[in-house]
């Protein structure tokens, strides 16, 4: 979950063509180590669905004369585009929803066969 909205952020950031800024990268470090805060399930539930209205607002006011235009990724400014950059949001959002309820499946089918 901290993996979902963050990556929906920073992806969002790029296509904006701006770059992450200190709580960015602060998120971008504790997705791969323990947490430092206490993040329940429901405040992570909170942040990725706040994430994905900032980013479906952004879609909606996002204007289709720019969606070629170059957007740089991360430090070795990585080419990209704006409708390159949405589109891999949304796809790699999508994918680890899937994940994640077929790992909830997985884990409540055995819950209920004990």
Do not use: W
Not at 62 to 79: A, I, Q, Y
Not at 82 to 100: D, F
Not at 102 to 113: A, G
Request: with cysteine; aromatic share 4%; charged share 20%.
């Amino acid at each position: 979950m901290q993996h979902l909205s963050g990556v929906l952020d920073r992806i969002f950031t790029y296509a904006r063509a701006e770059t992450l800024n200190a709580i960015q990268l602060e998120q971008l470090f504790e997705e791969g180590n323990p947490p430092i805060s206490d993040l329940s399930v429901n405040k992570l539930i909170t942040r990725f669905n706040k994430q994905v209205d900032i980013a479906l607002a952004q879609l909606k006011d996002t204007d289709e004369k720019t969606l070629t235009e170059f957007r740089g990724v991360g430090r070795k400014m990585l080419p990209s585009t704006v409708i390159g950059l949405l589109v891999h949001g949304a796809e790699h959002t999508m994918r680890h929803v899937g994940q994640l309820l077929v790992t909830l499946k997985i884990l409540n089918s055995k819950n209920s066969s004990c």
